[in-house]
Every structure is written in structure tokens, then in C-alpha cells.
């Protein structure tokens, strides 16, 4: 399951000063795997992917810690009223989310998304879009 983790650096004691990851990997026993990263100097954003059965025990400790966490199911989205199956969006992918099925239309493995947005910014047709 995919946790996107939310926190600010504002505090000497807020979570953006601390190894949150470490210590829950530490904690639990639970691996994460970091899939995507943004942080600078004031705040940051972080997906992570972790084992299903172990989501809400990661998800509960990262809270306790001061960290905001949204649940990723099915991060993007496909309006199939809008999408034309051009596969824009399959070269693009950097982790294979997309795929054509056998009768050539488009396919989405959300699972495998990291947020990138790439596909968004690619489709002509404005198909595609983040949920939350």
C-alpha cells in the first residue's frame, strides 16, 4: 500500500528534524520502500510503499510522530469519456502504470504509480488526474 507522508520543519521538535522513517522501520519491522521525495528546507512530501497487512500499524506510528499521512488507492485516475487510448501517456510512464490491452485500449496499473504527474501534463485529452 502506498502512504503519501506529509510534514513541516517549522519546530525543533516537529517531524521534518527527525528520522521518521528509520524510526518506524526501527519500530515495527516493517521495510518501507521510499518511492518518490520532496523536501526542502521548510516542509516535505514523501510516498512511500509498504506491505498491505502492515499499513495501518506504519500509518498509526507516523501519526503519532507528528507526520500527516493520506492512504494512495488508486492515485490516478482515467476519465474514460475523455480518453482517446493515444498512449501518450505509456511513453512517458516511468514506472509502467499504463499499458494497451489486447483491443488497444488504455489500461491503468495504478498501483505502480509514484506521483510523478508526467502522464497529467502528457494527455491531450486532460484524462488523467491524481486523486487523493
Do not use: Y
Not at 56 to 69: I, S
Amino acid at each position: 500500500m502506498k502512504l503519501l507522508l506529509t510534514f513541516s520543519r517549522r519546530g525543533q521538535h516537529d517531524p521534518g528534524r527527525e528520522p521518521v522513517i528509520a524510526r518506524v522501520v526501527k519500530e515495527t519491522g516493517v521495510l518501507v520502500n521510499v518511492e518518490k521525495a520532496n523536501i526542502d528546507s521548510m516542509a516535505g512530501e514523501v510516498l512511500i510503499d509498504i506491505p498491505d497487512k502492515d499499513a495501518d500499524l506504519v500509518r498509526r506510528r507516523l501519526e503519532e510522530m507528528g507526520v500527516a499521512v493520506r492512504v494512495m488507492e488508486n492515485a490516478i485516475a482515467l476519465d474514460e469519456s475523455e480518453c482517446v487510448d493515444c498512449g501518450a501517456c505509456i511513453s512517458i510512464c516511468p514506472q509502467e502504470v499504463f499499458s494497451f490491452d489486447d483491443g488497444w485500449r488504455l489500461q491503468v496499473g495504478a498501483a505502480r504509480c509514484v506521483l510523478c504527474g508526467k502522464c497529467i501534463r502528457a494527455c491531450p485529452h486532460s484524462a488523467l488526474s491524481l486523486q487523493g
